[in-house]
């Protein structure tokens, strides 16, 4: 199932942004698309720990699952624009095999490494509650991509205007720093220019964010930093893996054009309804 539109708002000026999402094995939804037009890719795959997907089967050996992240990697490459940018979320058992890969196979340029520690990490009574995930970014260009340094929905205040008071102290806040901590209770507060700490935990089956059925869901506040810090509106915005179409979300969201691929039909039609809210708030 797939979704397009472009219709025009009241603003002759202002069109909606184009998207659609189509349930195909990525590697083969990319293939078809143009080399070099995309801007920005962001995307959450599997992480091969075994999870119960109604389509993707999630236990591979580790030989396997590498190469086929190969495969997708490389499309993923291709695709993107000569200025472009690249965020991966993965987990920690495979995580430093595919930097690695990310960086000698595909001359990927590392510009971060995200942690986001989250609460209400599933319990593991044999070891540490895993509380984090990574989220690797890299650029195509070493010196040329999308980084709105300056936009006030990215920055946040410094620890000279939050705690010291200090008249020295920059009015336009800051960069964030490299571990995002995310709580409910402030969500609100993400893009408010009150809090330096993004607070949030997973989004768990008791949230009203949570898409039924979908136990690996990235929080909406997480993508829109991401699309924000690294595109502009009208931007192409692809993400391999749509999954429940957080991505989709806060890239329509953000003014840019997006295209999404998921194995699983199911996810299609939920991630397309999700979009097409984002869209078309209820007032």
Same mark, same amino acid.
């Given at each position: 199932?797939? @979704? ?18 189509? &349930?195909?094995?990525?590697? *083969?939804?990319?293939? !078809?698309? &143009? ?24 236990? @591979?050996?580790? #030989? ?6 190969? !495969? ?13 940018? %690249?965020?991966? #979320? ?12 990310? *960086? ?14 989250? /609460? ?5 009574? @044999?070891? %540490?509650?895993? #509380?984090? /995930?990574?989220?690797?970014?890299? $650029?195509?260009?070493?010196?040329? +991509?999308?980084?709105?340094? !300056? ?20 009015? *336009? ?7 995002? =901590? ?8 993400? %893009? ?14 008791? %949230? ?18 991401? =699309?924000?810090?690294?595109? *502009? ?12 179409? $957080?991505?989709?979300? #806060? ?6 054009? +997006? ?5 699983? @039909? ?9 979009? /097409? ?7």
């Amino acid at each position: 199932m797939s @979704k397009k539109r472009s219709r025009r708002k009241s603003d002759a000026s202002v069109v909606e942004p184009v998207w659609n999402i189509h &349930a195909i094995d990525c590697v *083969k939804g990319m293939s !078809q698309l &143009a080399s070099g037009k995309w801007d920005l890719v962001a995307t959450d795959p599997p992480y091969n720990l075994g999870r119960d997907y109604d389509i993707y089967e999630d236990r @591979k050996s580790t #030989a396997e699952y590498l190469n086929w992240a190969r !495969q997708w990697l490389g499309e993923i490459h291709r695709v993107l624009h000569k200025h472009g940018s %690249f965020w991966l #979320a993965m987990g920690a058992g495979l995580v430093s095999e595919l930097d690695v890969m990310c *960086k000698k196979d595909f001359k990927f340029y590392k510009r971060g490494h995200i942690i986001w520690a989250f /609460t209400f990490g599933v319990n593991n009574p @044999k070891n %540490f509650t895993r #509380a984090h /995930t990574h989220w690797l970014y890299y $650029t195509k260009s070493k010196t040329r +991509f999308t980084f709105n340094a !300056q936009d006030p929905a990215v920055r946040v205040p410094s620890a000279r205007q939050l705690i010291y008071g200090d008249k020295r102290a920059n009015p *336009k806040g800051r960069l964030p720093d490299d571990v995002w =901590v995310l709580r409910p209770p402030e969500l609100a507060e993400c %893009f408010s220019g009150k809090s330096d700490v993004w607070l949030q935990s997973r989004v768990c089956g008791t %949230f009203h964010e949570r898409v039924k059925g979908a136990d690996n869901q990235i929080p909406l506040a997480m993508m829109e930093r991401i =699309v924000r810090t690294c595109s *502009k509106p009208g931007d192409m915005v692809l993400d391999p893996f749509a999954g429940t179409g $957080t991505t989709g979300v #806060a890239a329509v969201m953000a003014g840019c054009n +997006f295209q999404g691929f998921d194995v699983s @039909k199911a996810y299609v039609d939920r991630a397309c309804s999700r979009v /097409t809210a984002a869209l078309n708030p209820v007032v």
